[in-house]
């Protein structure tokens, strides 16, 4: 939502919410709150400073069972306090809501202040001047300090937009960088609407203004095409019953989408790790095999040993022994822990485990090239938007059991009363 759309946004919220009793507060993820009101109806109240969104929201978002601290804290100060207003700073993206308790002690007010600007949004609870909670502690708002509010931004106000000042605005060959960089409140969706309808200085300045008159009436209206929505009308776009419900027709395609992108980055990662994991099982197989190719050489060391075990003592390194077939000298390597025979038993015993594990390996190792085509095929087909094959979803890392709790025994106490042992 750009400031356009939050002005819009708080008309609605205005109209139902002041003079509303907070019931409770919870927070669906990490970048969302909803605000449960009573004003004279059941209302929520949707807050979410990382998406840039504050809206009266029909849509019953999960409820975790355990709320966070912030979310705890937040119901400790505002857990029955009435809304008594609610501020946008000028067109900014920042909202304050005014908020009034009573309780024995008396009255206590204070402010929460919701910075939707996107990835460094925030959420911050205020008394006095000086911060109590925030979602993002940072320099500006830390719990305990005074809030220091975010700077503002020097541009045209939308109100005071004509043709003869437009020129001055569109500096550049981009129309819709130009406005969101010229025009306070002004966001890229609402820019691409004014430079689609509208055309030249006097063109444009008419449908901006037309826009702005919508901010205190708000219509719904919703863009399958763009998934997007509007406080005003716009062409091919589905008219709805208010922009509150337009906003949550977007939030559920948002949400979907987040869900669906983050199934693909699971998916993706799993199939990752799984090619990997075969990769470097594959690459030890590779190291075994080009051992094996010794087995012959072991055999021929073991049988050098045998035949010159005279020449031999236990505590060499190794030996140079006559080979009688060539009549070559030929170093052989020893254990020095060992004597001649154990020496060649070991030989022979490692070159008969290369020689009986040699079929099972390269077997494995075929397995593994297969399933490492499948894997980097299934990758490639959700790269390309696809879905992988049921066999490359089937070479996916299971998640690890869990092993059955075990039962601690009780510790024996023993007791003596009135001389029996207990």
Known sequence: MDGLAIAAALTEIERNAIGGTIRTIYQPDRWTFVIHLFAGREL????SPRRARIQLTGLDLPHPQTPSPLTMLLRKHLRGGRITAVEQEGWERVVRLAITRRSPAGKTDLTL??????????????REGRVIAALRPDPRAQPGGVYRPLPRQEKLDPREVTARLLPGVL??????RALVKGIDGMGKGTARVIVSQGSGPEGLASRISEILSYVDRPVGCYD?????AYFFPVDSCDVIESFSAALD????????????DSEKRNLRLGLERALAKRKRT??????????AESEGTLRRYADLIMI????????????ELLDLESGTQVEVPLDPRLGPVENAQALYERAKRLHRGRPRVEARKRRLEREIAILEAGLAALSAGG?????????????PRQNARRTVPIATRTYRIDGYLI
């Open 44 to 47: 929520r109240l949707l807050i």
């Open 113 to 126: 202040i919701a910075e939707l600007i996107g990835v460094r949004g925030n959420l911050i609870l205020v």
């Open 171 to 176: 500096m550049t060959d981009d129309p819709v």
């Open 224 to 228: 399958p095409k763009e998934k997007r």
């Open 249 to 260: 027709r977007e939030y559920e395609e948002e949400h979907t989408g987040e869900h669906r």
């Open 282 to 291: 594959l690459a030890k197989l590779h190291r075994w095999l080009e051992e």
């Open 308 to 319: 010159h075990l005279n020449d031999m003592a236990r505590g060499m390194a190794r030996a």
């Open 387 to 399: 879905v992988p094959s049921e066999e490359a979803l089937a070479l996916l890392p299971t998640a």
